[in-house]
């Protein structure tokens, strides 16, 4: 018997679980309203029909009211016409209309009661249907705030493991690393255009002394005769310094641009 009642439970706590899951309060509010709605419908029913039934007991109680009334006045004029069979018979009619007349009024009585209930049971129904009425925009609003607030929890919990400081570095470092790669690459477009430019201006420099060589080759040669001949001296100035004579002043100690060129 333990283990039956516990098998039971256990179902009873899984279908449970399964249902709250699967309970949207935005369609339970509607389902609600609607119940409450058939219900109201019901209820007033019901009142109707028991006030039907007050208004008939109403009616039959005043109806042998007035009859008993009736067999008492023909009682009277019997006994005044002096037939007391049909006053005894009056009498009797009489008091049968005063018993139903009793018993009508005990369940008029009762029935009015028991409308009066139902009618602030009816009032209470509709107030409360009214009150969940406008108070069903407010407590889907609070449904769907909190939903939200919910999920927004559940990223930011998923989330969490992943530190978002650690990922803004990663991320810069990587950037940084693509600004110096840029950089680099400038540079080294840079350097390769001033090489091509001075390779340029070398190439005109040289361009130029061709032609200048091509323009005086004859005078170089003349100048190059001219050193040489200025090396070698003549004996009579040899010997005039072998004497310990002075050089002779009239040495040219000028010398050319073309001299100047190829000493330099």
């Given at each position: 018997?333990?283990?039956m ?13 399964i ?21 109201i ?13 007050e208004?008939e ?16 006045a ?29 018993v ?7 029935q009015?009661?028991m ?42 919990t ?39 430019f ?35 001296l ?9 004497a ?21």
């Amino acid at each position: 018997m333990g283990i039956m009642d516990r098998i039971s439970r256990l179902v009873r706590a899984n279908v449970n679980d399964i249902i709250d899951k699967a309970e949207d309060p935005e369609k339970m509010l509607d389902q609600i309203l609607r119940d409450m709605q058939s219900n109201i419908t019901t209820a007033r029913g019901q009142v109707a029909a028991m006030i039907a039934q007050e208004k008939e007991l109403e009616a039959d109680m005043k109806e042998t009211r007035t009859l008993a009334l009736q067999w008492a006045a023909k009682a009277q004029r019997s006994v005044e016409a002096g037939r007391d069979d049909l006053a005894r018979e009056a009498l009797r009619r009489k008091k049968d209309n005063d018993e139903n007349a009793r018993v009508y009024a005990q369940q008029y009585q009762a029935q009015s009661q028991m409308v009066e209930k139902l009618k602030v049971q009816l009032r209470q129904l509709e107030s409360k249907y009214q009150t969940t009425m406008s108070q069903r925009d407010s407590l889907i609003a609070r449904q769907r705030r909190a939903k939200a607030q919910q999920q927004v929890t559940s990223s930011l919990t998923q989330l969490s493991p992943m530190n978002p400081t650690n990922e803004l570095e990663r991320m810069e470092r990587k950037i940084r690393g693509q600004e110096a790669q840029a950089s680099a690459m400038g540079e080294l477009a840079a350097s390769s255009f001033d090489s091509q430019f001075e390779e340029l201006d070398y190439d005109v420099e040289i361009e130029e002394e061709l032609a200048a060589l091509k323009l005086g080759s004859g005078d170089i040669d003349a100048e190059l005769d001219a050193l040489k001949g200025r090396n070698t001296l003549p004996d009579s100035r040899t010997e005039a310094l072998e004497a310990g004579g002075d050089e002779p002043a009239t040495a040219d100690t000028t010398s050319t641009p073309a001299e100047s060129r190829v000493e330099q």
